[in-house]
């Protein structure tokens, strides 16, 4: 039986639409604890939708979306921080002239008072950021060190320790090894499993197809909207997943709407663990 208690996230039926416009269209998505879940298509295949809406920065048009079991509707990002969701973008946001615990504490600082003061427990941030850095295995030796110094996988670091300091239990991250040498990426897709690794949940949206392969569990491709499959890289081929993007692949050829996208036969472990 599959465990809907494991789950972060569960999306129902999930639509966006402006307007006109269909961006989502009855897209089923979920995302469990312990588990990095790809979601690859097209410019314009429904990614960064998708993400928005479980982020909180689109509200969905039809369908239900659930955390941990509860429908939810996710107003703003800071509902969706406040159950356990961050974000972290292609760009970041990281403020470049402020240092590594800064950045991690920005907007969340821990202070105390003194005459009704508010006073910063700087070590204690200093000694938060110490401990989440190493829990990820990062290389930053000063947490005081400006994040302007760094380098691309050290600021992905830096972004992740912020998602964890908000308690995240699902972490989404857009891109994060574009524009990054062969060397940053490394550091990158091996912080990936360590959040994996943590019991965190990831949603990787890459146009990489071989990063995926190498470091998600679940493989969920969008096109024009629509949820066309729904696998693992042990089920299926770097070919598949780029036919299925482009449209080429078999299961495609009709353009009937109420095909349902390709599911993945479970293996062994998956069903052990459902």
Not at 97 to 105: A, H, I, M, P, Q
Not at 199 to 220: M, Q, T, Y
Request: with cysteine; proline share 3%; glycine share 8%.
């Amino acid at each position: 039986m599959h465990d809907q208690a494991a789950e972060i996230i569960q999306g129902e039926g999930l639509s966006v639409r402006f307007g006109a416009v269909t961006a989502l269209d009855g897209v089923d998505f979920a995302v469990r604890s312990g588990q990095v879940v790809a979601l690859v298509g097209d410019n314009g295949a429904g990614k960064s939708t998708l993400a928005k809406l479980i982020a909180g920065a689109h509200r969905a048009s039809a369908g239900v979306l659930r955390v941990r079991g509860r429908a939810v509707d996710l107003a703003s990002p800071r509902d969706a921080v406040r159950l356990g969701i961050a974000t972290i973008y292609q760009d970041l946001a990281l403020a470049d002239n402020l240092s590594v615990t800064e950045n991690v504490f920005l907007g969340c600082e821990s202070t105390w008072r003194l005459l009704g003061v508010p006073i910063l427990r700087r070590a204690r941030m200093r000694e938060r950021v110490r401990a989440l850095l190493a829990g990820l295995d990062a290389h930053i030796a000063d947490p005081d060190a400006k994040v302007n110094a760094l380098s691309g996988g050290q600021r992905q670091a830096v972004a992740i320790s912020r998602a964890l300091n908000l308690a995240a239990e699902l972490v989404i991250m857009d891109e994060p090894t574009a524009a990054l040498a062969v060397g940053e990426t490394r550091k990158v897709l091996a912080l990936v499993r360590q959040l994996r690794d943590q019991g965190k949940a990831v949603v990787l949206i890459s146009h990489n197809i071989a990063e995926v392969f190498e470091v998600a569990d679940r493989i969920v491709v969008l096109r024009r909207g629509r949820k066309v499959a729904d696998t693992t890289p042990q089920a299926t081929t770097h070919e598949d997943v780029i036919a299925w993007i482009t449209g080429a692949h078999p299961d495609l050829r009709r353009d009937d709407p109420t095909r349902t996208a390709h599911q993945a036969t479970p293996s062994a472990t998956e069903r052990r663990l459902a």
